[in-house]
């Protein structure tokens, strides 16, 4: 009797054991797909915008992630000056400058 309970569980052991993998297959499926549609991007657009910062050059018109708009004045290694208008100037951290302004007016 004990030799035919040992046959009829050895099955059951290999489907769980066949279930452990197909639940690992899921979990590692699922972590392609997020980095596929979420990480990947994300980071496609931080390097577009890291490139956008590290190439502006006095005169750019730029928006701020304020929504300030203004025109660069001076660009120091973390900083720039923006002329806002007249002769008022903003001093703002580079890492504040998101867009440039003509590509925004040119999209309205």
């Not at 279930?19 to 931080?46: D, E, G, H, Y």
């Not at 750019?60 to 007249?86: H, M």
């Not at 400058?97 to 040119?106: G, K």
Request: aromatic letters at 8%; zero cysteines.
């Amino acid at each position: 009797m004990t030799l035919i309970s040992l046959l009829q569980a050895a099955p059951a052991a290999g489907q769980a054991q066949g279930s452990q993998w197909s639940f690992w297959i899921m979990i590692i499926a699922l972590f392609a797909i997020m980095w596929l549609f979420m990480i990947r991007p994300q980071r496609k657009q931080q390097k577009e915008l890291e490139k956008f910062r590290n190439e502006l050059k006095k005169g750019d018109k730029v928006i701020t992630a304020g929504g300030i708009y203004g025109s660069i004045a001076e660009i120091e290694e973390r900083t720039v000056l923006l002329k806002v208008d007249g002769d008022v100037k903003l001093r703002v951290d580079k890492s504040s400058i998101v867009r440039d302004s003509s590509d925004a007016q040119m999209q309205k």
